[in-house]
């Protein structure tokens, strides 16, 4: 069956380090995958996209990387800062119109 | 520009009765979405409107009907509430479709009870 993991722990991380977040799938080929942020008692919001052709995406502290032989996207968020304790999540397009999104990952910044 | 909106924000129904969700986008966007999050479920895809006039099923329709009134809104309907359609829902919608790889952009989320 078709699976996306994301860590269900959260990741706990000092401010000014780098986070990193992990999105594994199985028996998906997606054409591209995305990253979302979402804070407490709101919707997702969109943050980057890559495609398949593509090995690293950067925005501003953001830096995302696919690697299709692994089956994994990794999400770098470095010199990290209060305001970005959020839940991250990833979602694949798996065709048809259709994302399918990981559970997501929540990152809380420690000051 | 209010992006996507959804009434209500909160509800809390018995299980039988119905209700109509709202979702309008003031983006001009072509394509709308209804989801449903469940604590360690993800967000779920009920279903989608590639265009005004079109509705397809997604990954959880049943107990769900939609209706895309007009390019700016898109509505979902529970006609007979369950307990296990507790869930916080939340609309989005994008330009064209997902097949291009657009953004989604989403609504504040509908947080519904069913006792």
């Known amino acids: 069956s078709q699976k996306i993991e994301q860590n269900s722990e959260a990741l706990n991380i000092q401010e000014g380090k780098t986070a990193t977040l992990t999105c594994n799938y199985t028996?998906?080929?997606?054409?591209?995958l995305q990253w979302y942020r979402q804070d407490p008692g709101r919707g997702p919001v969109f943050l980057l996209l890559?495609?398949?052709?593509?090995k690293e995406k950067r925005k501003e502290r953001l830096k995302v990387t696919f690697d299709t032989t692994l089956k994994q996207s990794l999400f770098h968020i470095t010199a990290s800062q209060p305001a970005d304790s959020a839940t991250y999540l990833c979602a694949l397009y798996y065709g048809n119109n259709r994302l399918a999104f990981g559970k997501g990952n929540q990152v809380v910044v420690i000051p | 520009n209010a992006g996507v909106t959804q009434t209500p924000k909160f509800q809390v129904l018995k299980t039988g009765q119905s209700m109509t969700l709202q979702c309008a986008q003031d983006m001009n966007h072509n394509s709308m979405y209804w989801y449903r999050q469940d604590p360690g479920m993800g967000l779920r895809l009920i279903y989608y409107s590639a265009s005004e006039g079109t509705t397809d099923k997604g990954e959880v329709p049943n107990g769900y009907n939609v209706s895309r009134l007009n390019k700016r809104e898109f509505s979902l309907r529970l006609e007979s509430a369950a307990p296990s359609q507790t869930s916080v829902y939340f609309c989005a919608s994008s330009v064209l479709g997902q097949g291009s790889g657009e953004t989604q952009y989403f609504g504040p989320g509908t947080r519904l009870l069913v006792l």
């Open positions: 028996n998906y080929s997606p054409a591209y």
């Open positions: 890559i495609r398949e052709n593509e």
